[in-house]
């Protein structure tokens, strides 16, 4: 996975993001991955419905299973 600097983050806009805050970019199908994996260790249920929601709206063809 490209590494996303802080320029980049921030240059990112706001769709591009499935948490609370600017928190958990999706901005790409790499990126997208990543959070479902912090959220579904870390995350309460709220918080993963959410980035599970907006990963398959934005990468239907991703695996969330």
């Known amino acids: 996975m490209a ?4 320029g980049d983050r921030s240059d990112l806009p706001k769709g591009d993001f499935a948490g609370p805050d600017r928190s958990y970019p999706v901005n790409d199908k790499n990126h997208a991955r990543a959070p479902l994996s912090r959220v579904s260790e870390y995350g309460d249920p709220e918080l993963k419905a959410r980035v599970r ?3 398959v709206e934005k990468y ?3 695996d969330i299973s």
Do not use: E, N, T
């Not at 590494?3 to 802080?6: D, F, Q, R, Y």
């Open 60 to 62: 239907p063809d991703i």
């Open 3 to 6: 590494k996303l600097s802080a």
């Open 53 to 55: 929601r907006k990963v």
